[in-house]
């Protein structure tokens, strides 16, 4: 019995081995199976997202070359006429009580905006200082619009300049507020347009009353640009280094031929050559490299070239058509209409109704770093600006200043009117309510592969470390 009992044991023991022996080999058969079906199914899904990948790649860039979007230009300029430039774009010689440069709301360490909704001008209580850091002067308004940023703006697609549109090259047919007063050697918009922050009373010039406080530009009347502009040059050719600096930039005319568009003309070949930039992920992809943009930013170029319709606005190499626009932003601030403190846009212009609220649609070159955005500044959030596109009636009717703006004393200045509104959205150029959820965080994608690397290492050289008069912009406020 013993031994049968034995013998049953060794049986079972030897089922058992033979089972796991079989079970094992199974188990490896199976395993090898498995191993060979997850690889088939990788080499599959990876076939698949090539495939889905160069299918977007194709639709984009048809897409592309649909709307004639070529790699943005970057024309080379004279290099002494980029240093004279440079020292006038940051000395607040320019303006009238000189406290003021262009550098003081073109700043390159605020991505050449100022970083605020509205800046704050001249016969500031901070000179030198920058953005936040700059204080209103008693009794002083801010500067009506948003100061825009200027990359790229000496290409030679642009035609205009300023929100409103008021200097232009079109057709080769040059228009600006100065009419025959504008000097023949102007060119460009971006030349024009370097020719008139020095005029304006809130940016640079200085009120009527500075004049007393030895500010002679104040006191000149403001139809009188060549009387600002000569005035200017006097300034500009007492200092020895200046005189030298000019010279250099213009040798072959002569100093009592110098005028202040020989500045503007220093002024912009520095400001093409500082910053100008092609190389953001959008224009190397543009360029030919497939890999540049992301996955969601591809997707959200789709969506931009696409059934979001930016690009029925934002077109061209430059991203903006160059025409104007009623997008029924809040109005906030002093306004440009002396008499009831609101900014009519394009209408004061050209005095056409249908011109009224309509703002130029600015280029999209570094938008993620250039905010606030609109021609006031009236959105903190890029998401923000695109929810307002697209239901511009519920954005405005329900706009929190306490929300959007981070100047205090901005808020109180936010004009909050149903008739208005009303007025404003009458002639909206753009209602498309299909922009929420994840559409919204695609087009950021597409929006943020527009800035170029390294963006503010890249600025940071540009800032001079001094200026022929003394008077840097350096962002630094004076201690007193």
Not at 10 to 28: D, K, P, Q, R, S
Request: hydrophobic share 40%; charged share 20%; aromatic share 8%.
């Amino acid at each position: 019995m013993r031994c049968r009992s034995i013998f049953f044991v060794e049986l079972i023991a030897a089922f058992v081995v033979c089972f796991i022996l079989v079970c094992e080999i199974g188990f490896a058969g199976d395993s090898e199976n498995r191993r060979a079906y997850r690889q088939g199914q990788s080499e599959r899904q990876s076939q698949s997202s090539r495939q889905n990948s160069n299918d977007l790649d194709s639709r984009l860039s048809r897409m592309l070359s649909e709307n004639n979007v070529t790699p943005i230009d970057t024309p080379s300029q004279d290099s002494n006429q980029v240093l004279l430039g440079q020292a006038l774009f940051f000395d607040r010689i320019l303006s009238g009580n000189r406290d003021t440069a262009c550098a003081t709301c073109h700043h390159s360490l605020t991505a050449t905006s100022d970083a605020l909704a509205l800046g704050v001008g001249t016969e500031t209580e901070t000179p030198g200082a920058i953005s936040v850091f700059r204080v209103r002067g008693e009794g002083r308004h801010f500067v009506p619009r948003n100061a825009p940023d200027i990359f790229n703006r000496g290409s030679e697609h642009w035609h205009t300049a300023f929100w409103d549109g008021r200097a232009s090259t079109t057709d080769g047919v040059i228009v600006s507020p100065a009419g025959d007063q504008l000097p023949s050697e102007l060119t460009t918009p971006l030349q024009i347009q370097a020719m008139f922050p020095v005029t304006s009373r809130d940016e640079m010039r200085g009120l009527m009353e500075d004049a007393a406080n030895g500010n002679e530009l104040a006191a000149i009347d403001d139809s009188d640009f060549t009387g600002i502009w000569d005035a200017l040059m006097v300034r500009l050719l007492a200092n020895e280094t200046y005189r030298e600096m000019f010279a250099a930039a213009f040798p072959d005319v002569a100093e009592g031929d110098l005028g202040f568009q020989h500045a503007a003309i220093a002024i912009a070949a520095f400001e093409t050559e500082a910053f100008g930039m092609n190389d953001s992920p959008f224009d190397r992809y543009v360029g030919g490299d497939a890999d540049a943009l992301s996955h969601d930013a591809k997707k959200g170029a789709l969506l931009f070239y696409g059934s979001a319709n930016c690009v029925s606005c934002h077109s061209g190499t430059l991203l903006t058509d160059q025409q104007h626009h009623n997008l029924a932003v809040p109005q906030l601030g002093p306004g440009k209409d002396p008499v009831s403190g609101l900014d009519f846009g394009r209408f004061g212009v050209t005095g056409a109704s249908n011109d009224l609220f309509k703002f130029r649609t600015p280029a999209l070159r570094n938008v993620a770093e250039t905010g606030p955005w609109m021609h006031n500044g009236a959105f903190s959030s890029l998401e923000d600006v695109i929810r307002h596109h697209a239901d511009p009636e519920q954005s405005l009717t329900s706009y929190d200043p306490e929300v959007q703006l981070f100047q205090p004393d901005l808020r109180d200045l936010v004009i909050r009117d149903e008739g208005l509104n009303e007025w404003m959205l009458e002639g909206v150029d753009m209602n498309d309510d299909s922009l929420e959820g994840n559409r919204v965080r695609l087009l950021v994608a597409f929006l943020e592969s527009l800035t170029a690397p390294d963006l503010q290492a890249r600025l940071d050289w540009v800032v001079p470390s001094s200026v022929p008069s003394g008077l840097l912009e350096d962002g630094i406020p004076e201690m007193n």
